[in-house]
């Protein structure tokens, strides 16, 4: 009878576990929606400021006293897009930008935040590979790959120790892969992060991966740094690693796949500045967006078409398609959305080149997929320069 009666406070314990687990996911739901849609609105106005300025930045002779103001919006609107691309990383509204970087530098420049985070008694190295890999990957994300690992390795240290962050380059054979069950073979960048904490046990090493796991006191942990880690890293095409023993420490390894021969270049003002003659169809509804991008692609020489929407740039294409070099299309857009558009227009001319501009990540993309090289994607806010450079690289690659 006693028995009985224990089992079921052990029922309605685990049943109000669950229920405040889930009443948490909700809440987190709601609040990422929330977060994602003021993100989306606010990215949009930061790409007007950003469109404006960068454009009277290029426009300014070197030795106007005004360039410097000019400069200090352009420095406050980075911070802001940080902020943004935060929010709508929690929200998960956002599209993974990839491009080209060196692994060792970008963990150059998060030391200084990592270090803050774990605070002074904590010892912080870094050990960088001689052989510089570089990988193909979203900045922002990486930081937080990094910064979520660092924060672990704080939590499994109170009383202090030391967190070695070291890079390295790894070729992943058949054999590898099939002995621990996961990994494509090739080569891969390897991130290790090492401390020296409290470690863990088997047990435990299961299940860090699982959204909110966490061996942590209410209001210390969440248990979604490490999914985070996981899903981030998985959008990546890599895999993770863990040793542990309790007691004695943590190593967290995580392998990116090595973009080879796609060193970062960091294009000479010419390259970033080069316009051309070229016709270029823009799809945006919101009508100052739509301004600053036609007035950034006139001013570097294009001649552009407008769309006010997906419906229409179908129009337009059918009147004037065989003038028009590259459609650039927003993704979300009322009447018909930028996938749809993108479908009809390479129906009624398949060679033509897309690039897609959007702050968020849906279906259409991840589907598309930043993977598909016949189609493009640039994040929203639009950079001039990077915008600029971006048309040029598809049209050039385009034309071969
Ligand atoms: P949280 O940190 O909020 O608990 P995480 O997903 O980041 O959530 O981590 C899940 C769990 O994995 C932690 O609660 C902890 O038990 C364990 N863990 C993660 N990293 C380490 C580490 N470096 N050392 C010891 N335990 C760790
Ligand atoms: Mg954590």
């Given at each position: 009878m006693q028995r009985s009666y224990v089992a079921s406070i052990e029922d309605i314990t685990e049943r109000r576990r669950l229920e405040s687990q889930l009443l948490q996911v909700q809440k987190m739901e709601a609040i990422g929606t929330l977060a994602g849609g003021v993100a989306h609105d606010f990215n949009n106005i930061l790409s007007v400021v950003t469109g404006y300025a960068g454009l009277m930045d290029m426009k300014m002779e070197e030795d106007n006293p005004l360039k410097i103001y000019v400069q200090h919006i352009l420095s406050s609107v980075d911070k802001a897009v940080y902020?943004?691309?935060?929010?709508?990383?929690?929200?998960?509204?956002?599209?993974?930008?990839?491009?080209?970087?060196?692994?060792?530098?970008?963990?150059?420049?998060?030391?200084?935040?990592?270090?803050?985070?774990?605070?002074?008694?904590?010892?912080?190295?870094?050990?960088?590979?001689?052989?510089?890999?570089?990988?193909?990957?979203?900045?922002?994300?990486?930081?937080?790959?990094?910064?979520?690992?660092?924060?672990?390795?704080?939590?499994?240290?109170?009383?202090?120790?030391?967190?070695?962050?070291?890079?390295?380059?790894?070729?992943?054979?058949?054999?590898?892969?099939?002995?621990?069950?996961?990994?494509?073979?090739?080569?891969?960048?390897?991130?290790?992060?090492?401390?020296?904490?409290?470690?863990?046990?088997?047990?435990?090493?299961?299940?860090?991966?699982?959204?909110?796991?966490?061996?942590?006191?209410?209001?210390?942990?969440?248990?979604?740094?490490?999914?985070?880690?996981?899903?981030?890293?998985?959008?990546?095409?890599?895999?993770?690693?863990?040793?542990?023993?309790?007691?004695?420490?943590?190593t967290i390894t995580v392998y990116l796949p090595l973009a080879d021969g796609e060193e970062q270049k960091k294009g000479s003002t010419e390259e970033i500045l080069a316009g051309g003659t070229e016709t270029i169809l823009v799809a945006e509804d919101e009508e100052d967006l739509?301004?600053?991008?036609?007035?950034?692609?006139?001013?570097?020489?294009?001649?552009?078409?407008?769309?006010?929407?997906?419906?229409?740039?179908?129009?337009?294409?059918?009147?004037?398609?065989?003038?028009?070099?590259?459609?650039?299309?927003?993704?979300?857009?009322?009447?018909?959305?930028g996938k749809e558009a993108c479908d009809r227009i390479k129906s009624l001319k398949p060679g033509i080149p897309v690039l897609f501009a959007s702050g968020y990540s849906d279906d259409i993309i991840q589907q598309k997929g930043v993977y598909d090289n016949k189609v493009d994607f640039i994040a929203k806010p639009l950079a001039p320069a990077e915008l600029l450079k971006r048309i040029r690289r598809i049209l050039d690659t385009w034309d071969n």
């Open positions: 902020l943004t691309r935060n929010l709508l990383a929690f929200s998960r509204e956002q599209v993974i930008d990839l491009k080209p970087i060196n692994l060792n530098e970008a963990i150059e420049r998060a030391k200084k935040i990592l270090s803050r985070l774990i605070g002074e008694d904590i010892d912080l190295t870094t050990i960088p590979a001689d052989d510089k890999p570089t990988i193909l990957a979203d900045c922002g994300q990486l930081d937080q790959v990094l910064m979520n690992l660092a924060a672990n390795a704080r939590d499994a240290m109170p009383q202090g120790g030391s967190l070695v962050i070291e890079t390295s380059v790894a070729e992943i054979d058949e054999e590898f892969a099939a002995h621990q069950g996961f990994g494509k073979p090739g080569r891969y960048a390897v991130i290790s992060v090492s401390d020296t904490g409290c470690g863990m046990d088997k047990k435990t090493q299961e299940r860090i991966f699982e959204p909110f796991f966490t061996t942590k006191q209410v209001g210390k942990g969440t248990g979604l740094g490490l999914s985070m880690v996981y899903g981030i890293v998985k959008q990546h095409r890599g895999f993770m690693q863990v040793q542990s023993e309790v007691g004695r420490g943590t739509r301004g600053i991008i036609t007035a950034i692609l006139t001013n570097a020489g294009y001649t552009v078409i407008e769309a006010v929407d997906g419906e229409d740039a179908v129009m337009r294409f059918e009147e004037r398609g065989d003038t028009i070099d590259l459609a650039v299309l927003d993704v979300v857009m009322p009447r018909m959305n």
